[in-house]
């Protein structure tokens, strides 16, 4: 699926969860484009991608928002999954994507439910996530994703999408989706400019 999708990693400056993070893309079931964006010339960032084989894009941008803009503009696939150095997928978590992809080419983005980890320790439920869940659901329906009125719930409580959850749709969305006059919450503002396109946004419900 090299013709169609890319993993692009933000990476920043010596953090350690980004071997974990590499080995979770690269262990993919389906495999795919990867780079990494880095913006910060760290030497621990530049061993880790030669190890890999990953090329290497340095931003110099310190700006959220244009490095996540930076990010969905590096690569020419249709689909791009921006993921941040602190997180791991699942390894079937494109496999996943693409299945629902398939049956939503009008998906301006699909993203699939998450699980977080504290101090090693695995959380697959809390009142947080319940709450985020809940206002999800809907968006897994084929009869309602492409509703407004449901896409809406999105925005309703921080945080409910999780940026490496979250596989773009490049040819349907606007360029430059990520707001740059904004330093904190660029996915929420994102998530409020592309609820309002008539392109569903699909919810895949398996913790990936």
Known sequence: ????????????????????CIKSVKKQSTKSNVIILAWSKSKYIMDLASDNSIGV?????????????SALNSVNTKLV??????????RNYLKEVLKV???????ALIFTNNYIVEKDIRIDNSKDLFIKRLLRNPLANSKLNNKIHYKKRL??????????SITFNKPLIPSDIFPTNIQYIPVWYMLKELIELDNRIVYVKEKL
């Open 101 to 107: 992809y398939k049956q939503n080419k009008d998906s």
């Open 57 to 69: 894009i340095i931003e110099p941008e310190k700006n959220i928002g244009k490095i996540l803009n």
């Open 155 to 164: 925005i309703k409580y921080r945080n409910t999408v999780y940026l490496s």
């Open 1 to 20: 699926m090299k013709d169609i999708h890319s993993f692009v990693i933000v990476a920043n400056k010596d953090n350690y969860n980004l071997e974990e």
């Open 81 to 90: 999954t921006i993921v941040n150095q602190n997180d791991i997928l699942d």
